[in-house]
């Protein structure tokens, strides 16, 4: 699902699957949805090779859940709102294959992206980091193609680039050779509540929300991002 618009983007996601909006951004997109800022959101898979957690039985069920899921999670965060789509927000939604997208065309990722920079022009592009956050291939592919795609804007339109960031180095020495500090923090605790409703409608991804409680419960409060070139 696409939606063109003319105005300029305050911020834009790029991101694999559904549920990578919720945990890390989704009070950041609510306080700039709430300001009256437009945001952008591309989901490169439907999420078909996750966890099912018995909720579905095939790859096929689980797209088609994980899709009602993603839908209903950007409605409590605003980003599909009538408001918030009259203001210029936007979302697409595209059916590359999960945990494949290495195996894609690289040129054809890039594409999506670029196409998308230069038709929704944002203030920031938010996307992976270098070593995926938790060196998932689809991460770490999605932070390559969306750089590369940032790379080809011309420098006086290019966005600030963001990346997720926790303060906490990873355990793993691949991943940590690869870790960005953060170096830009939003207190995101006025919009708690609906942050947690958001993340509790991607029913199939639980675990992964227990992980992510677990492993960085800080950064339910407090979202943090590493800004490239910022100090």
């Keep these: 699902m696409s939606h ?43 999420g078909e090779a996750g966890r099912t957690l018995g909720l579905c039985n095939t790859p096929e069920e689980l797209a088609r859940l994980r899709e009602v899921e993603l839908s209903a999670a950007l409605d409590v965060i605003g980003l599909t709102t009538p408001a918030a789509r009259a203001q210029g927000s936007v979302f697409e939604h595209h059916h590359f294959p999960d945990k494949h997208l290495i195996d894609e065309p690289f040129e054809t990722l890039v594409e999506v992206a670029h196409r998308a920079l230069t038709t929704y022009r944002p203030e920031i592009l938010l996307t992976f980091p270098p070593n995926g956050s938790n060196g998932h291939p689809d991460h770490v592919t999605t932070h390559r193609l969306a750089r590369a795609a940032w790379d080809r804007v011309p420098e006086p339109e290019r966005p600030r680039l963001w990346y997720y960031a926790s303060d906490i180095p990873p355990e793993n020495e691949e ?52 800004e490239v070139g910022l100090s």
């Design 4 to 46: 063109a618009t003319d105005a300029r983007l305050k911020l834009l996601l790029i991101v694999p699957h559904p549920d990578d909006e919720v945990y890390g951004a989704s009070g950041t997109l609510m306080g700039y949805l709430e300001a009256g800022e437009p945001c952008g959101l591309v989901t490169l898979t439907r």
């Design 175 to 226: 991943l940590l050779a690869l870790w960005l500090k953060p170096n830009t923090r939003h207190d995101v605790s006025p919009f708690i509540t609906r942050k947690l409703q958001a993340i509790a409608c991607h029913r199939t991804q639980a675990l992964s929300t227990v992980d992510f409680i677990r492993k960085f419960p800080q950064r339910i409060m407090t979202e943090t991002f590493h």
